[in-house]
Protein backbone atom coordinates (compact mmCIF):
# COMPACT_ATOMS: atom_id res chain seq x y z
CA UNK A 1 0.00 0.00 0.00
CA UNK A 2 1.02 3.08 -0.84
CA UNK A 3 1.88 6.32 1.82
CA UNK A 4 -1.35 7.61 0.49
CA UNK A 5 -4.21 5.62 -0.95
CA UNK A 6 -7.83 7.27 -1.69
CA UNK A 7 -10.35 4.94 -2.77
CA UNK A 8 -13.71 6.55 -4.24
CA UNK A 9 -13.74 9.45 -2.11
CA UNK A 10 -15.66 11.99 -2.59
CA UNK A 11 -16.41 14.96 -0.16
CA UNK A 12 -19.66 17.28 0.20
CA UNK A 13 -19.44 20.95 1.28
CA UNK A 14 -23.28 21.25 3.04
CA UNK A 15 -24.84 24.48 3.47
CA UNK A 16 -27.56 24.47 6.18
CA UNK A 17 -29.89 27.61 6.38
CA UNK A 18 -31.03 29.19 10.00
CA UNK A 19 -33.01 26.14 10.74
CA UNK A 20 -30.80 23.39 9.87
CA UNK A 21 -32.23 22.44 6.51
CA UNK A 22 -30.00 21.33 3.97
CA UNK A 23 -29.77 24.53 1.39
CA UNK A 24 -26.64 23.21 -0.61
CA UNK A 25 -24.67 20.58 -1.41
CA UNK A 26 -20.77 21.27 -3.00
CA UNK A 27 -19.44 17.92 -4.24
CA UNK A 28 -15.95 19.21 -4.04
CA UNK A 29 -14.45 15.90 -4.74
CA UNK A 30 -15.93 13.19 -6.51
CA UNK A 31 -15.17 9.66 -6.84
CA UNK A 32 -11.32 10.47 -6.96
CA UNK A 33 -8.37 7.24 -6.44
CA UNK A 34 -5.77 8.42 -5.97
CA UNK A 35 -2.30 6.55 -5.01
CA UNK A 36 1.45 7.96 -3.94
CA UNK A 37 4.19 5.51 -3.41
CA UNK A 38 6.76 6.69 -0.34
CA UNK A 39 9.56 9.56 -1.61
CA UNK A 40 7.39 10.47 -4.46
CA UNK A 41 7.17 14.28 -5.71
CA UNK A 42 3.45 14.97 -6.88
CA UNK A 43 2.22 17.68 -7.98
CA UNK A 44 -1.54 18.55 -8.33
CA UNK A 45 -3.08 20.98 -11.15
CA UNK A 46 -6.78 22.14 -11.95
CA UNK A 47 -8.27 24.77 -12.23
CA UNK A 48 -9.71 27.13 -9.60
CA UNK A 49 -12.30 25.06 -7.54
CA UNK A 50 -11.63 22.17 -8.82
CA UNK A 51 -10.93 20.30 -5.81
CA UNK A 52 -7.56 20.93 -4.99
CA UNK A 53 -7.50 21.95 -1.66
CA UNK A 54 -10.09 20.04 -0.07
CA UNK A 55 -8.08 16.70 -1.27
CA UNK A 56 -5.10 18.32 0.36
CA UNK A 57 -7.20 18.50 3.56
CA UNK A 58 -8.18 15.10 3.50
CA UNK A 59 -4.38 14.13 3.52
CA UNK A 60 -4.11 15.10 7.21
CA UNK A 61 -7.29 14.92 8.19
CA UNK A 62 -8.80 18.13 8.65
CA UNK A 63 -11.44 16.77 6.59
CA UNK A 64 -12.82 13.26 6.58
CA UNK A 65 -14.87 11.88 3.12
CA UNK A 66 -18.08 12.01 2.81
CA UNK A 67 -17.95 8.85 1.21
CA UNK A 68 -15.52 6.35 0.14
CA UNK A 69 -11.83 6.11 2.21
CA UNK A 70 -8.27 7.64 2.45
CA UNK A 71 -5.63 5.80 4.34
CA UNK A 72 -2.11 7.74 5.03
CA UNK A 73 0.81 5.69 5.92
CA UNK A 74 -1.87 2.64 6.63
CA UNK A 75 -4.06 4.44 8.35
CA UNK A 76 -7.61 5.57 7.59
CA UNK A 77 -8.15 8.99 8.68
CA UNK A 78 -11.91 8.93 9.21
CA UNK A 79 -11.07 6.51 12.65
CA UNK A 80 -10.70 9.11 16.05
CA UNK A 81 -8.25 6.67 17.06
CA UNK A 82 -6.01 7.52 14.07
CA UNK A 83 -6.20 11.34 13.96
CA UNK A 84 -2.76 11.84 15.92
CA UNK A 85 -0.36 9.37 13.53
CA UNK A 86 -2.31 11.10 10.69
CA UNK A 87 -1.36 14.05 11.43
CA UNK A 88 2.00 13.18 12.74
CA UNK A 89 2.56 11.16 9.10
CA UNK A 90 1.54 14.24 7.07
CA UNK A 91 2.54 18.24 7.71
CA UNK A 92 0.41 20.57 5.86
CA UNK A 93 1.68 24.51 4.32
CA UNK A 94 -0.28 26.79 3.51
CA UNK A 95 -0.82 29.59 1.37
CA UNK A 96 -0.04 32.55 3.51
CA UNK A 97 2.73 32.59 5.25
CA UNK A 98 1.90 35.17 7.99
CA UNK A 99 -1.10 32.45 9.11
CA UNK A 100 1.20 29.83 9.77
CA UNK A 101 4.18 31.36 11.57
CA UNK A 102 3.67 31.88 15.25
CA UNK A 103 6.91 32.20 17.27
CA UNK A 104 8.97 35.65 17.71
CA UNK A 105 11.86 34.22 17.09
CA UNK A 106 12.36 31.95 13.69
CA UNK A 107 13.82 28.88 15.98
CA UNK A 108 11.22 29.21 18.24
CA UNK A 109 8.76 29.32 15.70
CA UNK A 110 10.25 25.87 14.28
CA UNK A 111 10.90 24.08 17.79
CA UNK A 112 6.37 24.83 18.24
CA UNK A 113 5.83 21.56 16.69
CA UNK A 114 8.30 18.84 18.32
CA UNK A 115 7.58 20.60 21.17
CA UNK A 116 3.74 20.08 21.22
CA UNK A 117 4.79 16.59 20.42
CA UNK A 118 6.51 15.79 23.75
CA UNK A 119 9.71 15.46 22.23
CA UNK A 120 12.74 15.62 24.84
CA UNK A 121 14.30 19.36 24.62
CA UNK A 122 17.59 18.11 23.68
CA UNK A 123 16.06 16.51 20.44
CA UNK A 124 13.77 19.96 19.54
CA UNK A 125 17.20 21.59 18.98
CA UNK A 126 18.58 19.16 16.59
CA UNK A 127 15.45 18.90 14.92
CA UNK A 128 15.26 22.91 14.41
CA UNK A 129 19.17 23.04 13.56
CA UNK A 130 18.49 20.24 10.61
CA UNK A 131 15.22 21.53 9.61
CA UNK A 132 16.40 25.20 9.21
CA UNK A 133 19.40 23.91 7.39
CA UNK A 134 16.98 22.01 5.33
CA UNK A 135 15.23 24.74 4.28
CA UNK A 136 18.61 26.64 3.97
CA UNK A 137 17.08 29.59 7.02
CA UNK A 138 19.67 28.32 9.53
CA UNK A 139 21.67 31.60 9.07
CA UNK A 140 18.04 33.48 9.78
CA UNK A 141 17.85 31.31 13.39
CA UNK A 142 17.95 34.13 15.31
CA UNK A 143 15.89 36.46 13.57
CA UNK A 144 12.60 38.05 13.98
CA UNK A 145 9.97 36.20 11.60
CA UNK A 146 8.77 39.53 10.73
CA UNK A 147 11.55 41.03 8.63
CA UNK A 148 12.04 37.81 6.45
CA UNK A 149 11.16 38.13 3.08
CA UNK A 150 7.54 36.05 1.79
CA UNK A 151 9.87 33.31 0.76
CA UNK A 152 12.11 33.18 3.52
CA UNK A 153 8.97 32.84 6.26
CA UNK A 154 7.12 30.37 4.19
CA UNK A 155 10.84 28.38 4.07
CA UNK A 156 10.18 29.17 7.90
CA UNK A 157 6.75 27.40 7.91
CA UNK A 158 8.04 24.49 6.02
CA UNK A 159 11.16 23.76 8.64
CA UNK A 160 8.15 23.92 11.20
CA UNK A 161 6.30 21.26 9.32
CA UNK A 162 9.88 19.30 8.76
CA UNK A 163 10.75 19.34 12.40
CA UNK A 164 7.85 17.34 13.24
CA UNK A 165 9.62 14.33 11.01
CA UNK A 166 6.69 13.60 9.07
CA UNK A 167 6.38 11.40 6.03
CA UNK A 168 4.92 13.18 4.10
CA UNK A 169 3.99 17.49 3.60
CA UNK A 170 1.53 18.66 1.72
CA UNK A 171 2.28 22.42 0.22
CA UNK A 172 -1.09 24.07 -0.84
CA UNK A 173 0.08 26.56 -3.26
CA UNK A 174 3.25 28.14 -1.17
CA UNK A 175 4.03 29.92 -3.59
CA UNK A 176 0.71 31.71 -4.36
CA UNK A 177 1.77 35.12 -2.83
CA UNK A 178 5.60 34.59 -3.17
CA UNK A 179 7.65 37.15 -5.87
CA UNK A 180 9.55 34.73 -8.36
CA UNK A 181 12.81 34.57 -5.87
CA UNK A 182 10.86 33.64 -3.31
CA UNK A 183 9.30 30.69 -5.32
CA UNK A 184 12.44 29.40 -6.28
CA UNK A 185 13.56 29.10 -2.91
CA UNK A 186 10.77 27.67 -1.97
CA UNK A 187 10.41 25.15 -4.73
CA UNK A 188 14.02 24.53 -4.48
CA UNK A 189 13.72 23.76 -0.55
CA UNK A 190 10.63 21.46 -1.42
CA UNK A 191 13.11 19.74 -3.86
CA UNK A 192 15.57 19.00 -1.49
CA UNK A 193 13.35 17.56 0.96
CA UNK A 194 12.35 15.13 -1.21
CA UNK A 195 15.37 14.46 -2.72
CA UNK A 196 17.65 14.33 0.56
CA UNK A 197 15.46 13.58 3.17
CA UNK A 198 13.04 11.84 1.42
CA UNK A 199 9.79 13.12 2.31
CA UNK A 200 6.91 12.41 0.43
CA UNK A 201 6.18 15.76 -1.40
CA UNK A 202 2.51 16.62 -2.41
CA UNK A 203 2.73 20.40 -4.31
CA UNK A 204 -0.60 21.76 -5.58
CA UNK A 205 0.27 24.82 -7.40
CA UNK A 206 -1.15 27.04 -10.44
CA UNK A 207 3.25 27.30 -11.55
CA UNK A 208 3.68 25.00 -14.37
CA UNK A 209 6.92 25.80 -14.18
CA UNK A 210 7.08 24.09 -10.42
CA UNK A 211 5.82 21.13 -11.33
CA UNK A 212 8.19 19.62 -14.21
CA UNK A 213 9.83 17.84 -11.89
CA UNK A 214 7.84 16.03 -10.38
CA UNK A 215 7.41 12.08 -10.89
CA UNK A 216 3.93 12.41 -10.98
CA UNK A 217 1.21 14.89 -11.86
CA UNK A 218 -2.93 14.63 -11.35
CA UNK A 219 -4.68 17.12 -12.96
CA UNK A 220 -8.09 17.82 -11.42
CA UNK A 221 -11.45 18.75 -12.87
CA UNK A 222 -14.61 19.27 -10.97
CA UNK A 223 -13.52 17.41 -7.88
CA UNK A 224 -12.07 14.23 -10.14
CA UNK A 225 -8.61 13.24 -10.75
CA UNK A 226 -8.90 13.80 -14.92
CA UNK A 227 -5.52 13.25 -16.15
CA UNK A 228 -2.55 11.85 -14.56
CA UNK A 229 0.72 11.16 -15.79
CA UNK A 230 5.08 12.30 -15.83
CA UNK A 231 5.44 15.92 -16.32
CA UNK A 232 6.07 15.00 -19.78
CA UNK A 233 3.14 12.77 -20.56
CA UNK A 234 0.65 15.39 -19.31
CA UNK A 235 2.14 18.37 -20.71
CA UNK A 236 2.28 16.63 -23.92
CA UNK A 237 -1.55 17.20 -24.12
CA UNK A 238 -1.32 20.98 -24.77
CA UNK A 239 -4.62 21.05 -26.44
CA UNK A 240 -6.51 19.11 -23.60
CA UNK A 241 -4.72 21.15 -20.72
CA UNK A 242 -6.31 24.12 -22.58
CA UNK A 243 -9.51 23.06 -22.73
CA UNK A 244 -9.28 22.47 -19.06
CA UNK A 245 -8.40 25.81 -18.57
CA UNK A 246 -4.44 25.37 -17.59
CA UNK A 247 -1.82 26.62 -18.89
CA UNK A 248 1.93 24.84 -19.93
CA UNK A 249 5.58 25.63 -18.86
CA UNK A 250 6.26 28.52 -21.36
CA UNK A 251 9.06 26.38 -23.19
CA UNK A 252 6.46 23.82 -23.60
CA UNK A 253 4.17 26.07 -25.19
CA UNK A 254 6.68 27.93 -27.66
CA UNK A 255 7.91 24.42 -28.66
CA UNK A 256 4.13 22.99 -29.34
CA UNK A 257 3.43 26.63 -31.13
CA UNK A 258 6.52 25.81 -33.75
CA UNK A 259 5.35 22.45 -33.65
CA UNK A 260 2.32 23.08 -34.96
CA UNK A 261 4.23 25.45 -37.25
CA UNK A 262 5.81 22.67 -39.00
CA UNK A 263 8.78 22.20 -37.39
CA UNK A 264 9.22 18.22 -36.36
CA UNK A 265 9.69 18.98 -32.26
CA UNK A 266 8.74 15.99 -29.86
CA UNK A 267 5.95 16.54 -27.28
CA UNK A 268 6.33 17.03 -24.23
CA UNK A 269 9.49 19.31 -24.10
CA UNK A 270 9.88 20.51 -20.72
CA UNK A 271 12.80 23.03 -20.37
CA UNK A 272 15.16 25.41 -22.47
CA UNK A 273 17.69 23.02 -22.60
CA UNK A 274 15.93 20.50 -24.34
CA UNK A 275 14.37 22.71 -26.85
CA UNK A 276 17.85 23.71 -27.74
CA UNK A 277 19.29 20.31 -28.11
CA UNK A 278 16.32 19.48 -30.13
CA UNK A 279 16.66 22.74 -32.05
CA UNK A 280 20.60 21.57 -32.68
CA UNK A 281 19.68 18.35 -33.81
CA UNK A 282 17.16 19.62 -36.54
CA UNK A 283 19.45 22.24 -37.66
CA UNK A 284 21.98 19.56 -37.87
CA UNK A 285 25.38 21.24 -36.66
CA UNK A 286 26.61 21.62 -32.75
CA UNK A 287 26.03 25.41 -32.38
CA UNK A 288 23.37 27.51 -33.73
CA UNK A 289 25.60 30.74 -33.76
CA UNK A 290 23.97 34.12 -34.90
CA UNK A 291 26.17 36.16 -37.31
CA UNK A 292 27.71 39.14 -36.08
CA UNK A 293 25.46 41.61 -37.15
CA UNK A 294 22.26 39.36 -36.09
CA UNK A 295 21.82 38.48 -39.61
CA UNK A 296 20.42 35.56 -41.40
CA UNK A 297 23.55 33.62 -40.63
CA UNK A 298 21.24 30.57 -40.01
CA UNK A 299 20.80 30.04 -43.48
CA UNK A 300 22.41 26.62 -42.77
CA UNK A 301 19.52 25.11 -41.73
CA UNK A 302 18.57 22.55 -44.05
CA UNK A 303 16.83 19.70 -41.88
CA UNK A 304 14.14 22.44 -40.30
CA UNK A 305 13.76 24.15 -43.19
CA UNK A 306 12.48 20.65 -44.40
CA UNK A 307 10.18 20.62 -41.75
CA UNK A 308 7.98 23.92 -42.93
CA UNK A 309 8.23 22.82 -46.11
CA UNK A 310 4.92 21.28 -46.22
CA UNK A 311 3.73 25.24 -45.79
CA UNK A 312 3.27 27.10 -49.13
CA UNK A 313 6.08 29.82 -49.14
CA UNK A 314 4.99 33.22 -47.97
CA UNK A 315 2.13 31.78 -45.55
CA UNK A 316 1.51 33.52 -42.42
CA UNK A 317 3.59 31.85 -39.50
CA UNK A 318 6.81 30.46 -42.48
CA UNK A 319 9.68 32.49 -41.48
CA UNK A 320 12.54 34.16 -43.77
CA UNK A 321 12.21 35.37 -47.41
CA UNK A 322 14.44 31.63 -48.43
CA UNK A 323 11.31 29.86 -46.82
CA UNK A 324 13.74 28.22 -43.95
CA UNK A 325 12.58 28.33 -40.60
CA UNK A 326 15.73 29.70 -39.63
CA UNK A 327 13.26 32.68 -37.64
CA UNK A 328 11.49 30.44 -35.54
CA UNK A 329 14.82 28.55 -34.46
CA UNK A 330 16.27 31.75 -33.65
CA UNK A 331 13.73 32.30 -31.19
CA UNK A 332 15.43 30.94 -28.67
CA UNK A 333 16.10 33.94 -26.50
CA UNK A 334 19.11 32.61 -24.50
CA UNK A 335 20.85 32.28 -28.29
CA UNK A 336 19.76 35.06 -29.66
CA UNK A 337 19.79 37.79 -27.47
CA UNK A 338 19.11 40.49 -30.20
CA UNK A 339 15.55 39.14 -31.18
CA UNK A 340 14.16 37.15 -33.74
CA UNK A 341 10.99 39.16 -33.83
CA UNK A 342 12.80 42.28 -35.64
CA UNK A 343 14.33 40.15 -38.69
CA UNK A 344 10.83 38.77 -38.74
CA UNK A 345 9.46 41.89 -39.27
CA UNK A 346 11.90 43.01 -41.50
CA UNK A 347 12.10 39.90 -43.64
N1 LIG B 1 -15.83 25.93 3.01
C1 LIG B 1 -16.51 25.72 1.89
N2 LIG B 1 -17.86 25.73 1.90
C2 LIG B 1 -18.57 25.51 0.76
N3 LIG B 1 -18.00 25.25 -0.43
C3 LIG B 1 -16.66 25.23 -0.50
C4 LIG B 1 -15.84 25.46 0.66
N4 LIG B 1 -14.54 25.39 0.28
C5 LIG B 1 -14.54 25.11 -1.03
N5 LIG B 1 -15.81 25.01 -1.50
C6 LIG B 1 -16.20 24.69 -2.89
O1 LIG B 1 -15.66 23.40 -3.20
C7 LIG B 1 -15.15 23.39 -4.53
C8 LIG B 1 -13.67 23.01 -4.48
O2 LIG B 1 -12.94 24.01 -3.78
P1 LIG B 1 -11.40 23.90 -3.45
O3 LIG B 1 -11.05 25.03 -2.57
O4 LIG B 1 -11.10 22.54 -2.97
O5 LIG B 1 -10.76 24.09 -4.90
P2 LIG B 1 -9.25 24.42 -5.31
O6 LIG B 1 -8.98 23.55 -6.48
O7 LIG B 1 -8.36 24.33 -4.14
O8 LIG B 1 -9.38 25.92 -5.81
P3 LIG B 1 -8.26 27.11 -5.79
O9 LIG B 1 -7.37 26.85 -6.98
O10 LIG B 1 -9.08 28.34 -5.97
O11 LIG B 1 -7.54 27.04 -4.49
C9 LIG B 1 -15.42 24.76 -5.10
O12 LIG B 1 -16.62 24.69 -5.80
C10 LIG B 1 -15.57 25.64 -3.89
O13 LIG B 1 -16.42 26.73 -4.15
MG1 LIG C 1 -7.08 25.69 -3.19
Same mark, same amino acid.
Given at each position: ???? #??????????????? /?????????????????????????? /????????????????????????????????????????????????????????????????????????????? #?????????????????????????????????????????????????? #???????????????????????????????????????????????????????????? #???????????????????????????????????????????????????????????????????????????????????????????????????????????????????
Amino acid at each position: MGII #ESRHLSYDYVKLDEE /GNVEDVTRAVDDVNLSVEPGQFIAIL /GHNGSGKSTLAKHINALLVPTEGTIYVDGKETSREENIWDVRQSAGMVFQNPDNQIIGQVVEEDVGFGPENMGVPTK #EIWERVEESLKAVGMYAYRKHSPNKLSGGQKQRVSIAGVLAMHPKCIVLD #EPTAMLDPDGRKSVIRAARALNDVEKVTVILITHYMEEVIYADRVFVMDEGKIVMQGTPR #EVFSQVERLKALRLDVPQVTLLAHELQQSGLPLPDGILTAEELEAELRKLSGRETVEAGPDGSEEAGGLPEAAAGAQDRPAGEPGTAGPDGSAAGGLAMDPASDPDGAADRNGGA
